[in-house]
């Protein structure tokens, strides 16, 4: 089963444009259509007939939120790709707040962790969304890969700079899996002297 996090924006719509990212790196997720949803373009590269795909949208919730709308067009925008593919799709979120405190961001990842199954291929989005969201889904899934045996396949920053009027210049898409393998690796050097773990640092970062 493929599992898909997806962090959605709670800016305005309007805000929300569709984009061709053209990709930096690996090219077997790179998409020549526009998407709104980043991600939707690489599931569209992957996705299979019949293949069940769990897509999970985190919302950040708020007075001024506009994530429910949001979470609304990419949804049908992904259900347009899969017409003409035919996954198995199934749908689910999980409410957060603004407010970083410890006790939001407890119970953000006890909420994504059990939503995580085991043997998943977890496939993340963290294009859009508030730094600390970014950081507790990235411990999310550091846990399911720990005890839960699944792989980490995708996780997938989508980039583009606004000037002025809303235009937008340089978009591109980066699969940044190599950063949570790197802070992975970081995580298990133990008792390693520095001068070591300086070395296997550097032998990582030329690969």
């Known amino acids: 089963m493929k599992v898909v996090i997806v962090i959605i924006p709670a800016k305005s719509p309007g805000g929300v444009k569709a984009i061709t990212y053209p990709v930096d790196g690996n090219k077997a997720i790179e998409y020549n259509k526009p998407v709104r949803c980043p991600i939707n373009g690489v599931l569209a590269r992957t996705m299979k007939k019949d293949e069940e795909v769990r897509i999970i949208y985190i919302l950040a919730k708020g007075e001024n939120s506009k994530c429910e709308q949001n979470k609304r067009i990419f949804l049908q925008e992904l259900e347009e790709i899969n017409a003409g593919i035919g996954a198995k799709l199934e749908y689910d979120e999980i409410e957060t707040s603004f407010e970083p405190t410890k006790r939001t961001i407890n119970k953000f990842l006890l909420d994504l962790t059990e939503k995580i199954p085991g043997e998943a291929e977890v496939y993340a989005d963290i294009t859009y969304g508030y730094k ?20 980490i396949e995708y996780i997938i920053y989508g980039k583009a700079e606004f000037i002025a009027k809303g235009e937008i210049i340089n978009p591109k ?8 393998y790197l802070f992975k690796m970081l ?21």
Request: aromatic share 10%; with cysteine.
């Open 173 to 180: 898409i980066f699969d940044i899996s190599a950063l949570y």
């Open 187 to 207: 995580g298990s050097m133990g008792t390693t002297d520095d001068e070591t773990a300086s070395n296997i640092l550097k032998k990582f970062l030329v690969m």
């Open 132 to 151: 600390p969201e970014s950081l507790a889904l990235l411990c999310a899934i550091r846990f399911a890969e720990e005890f839960r045996n699944v792989n």
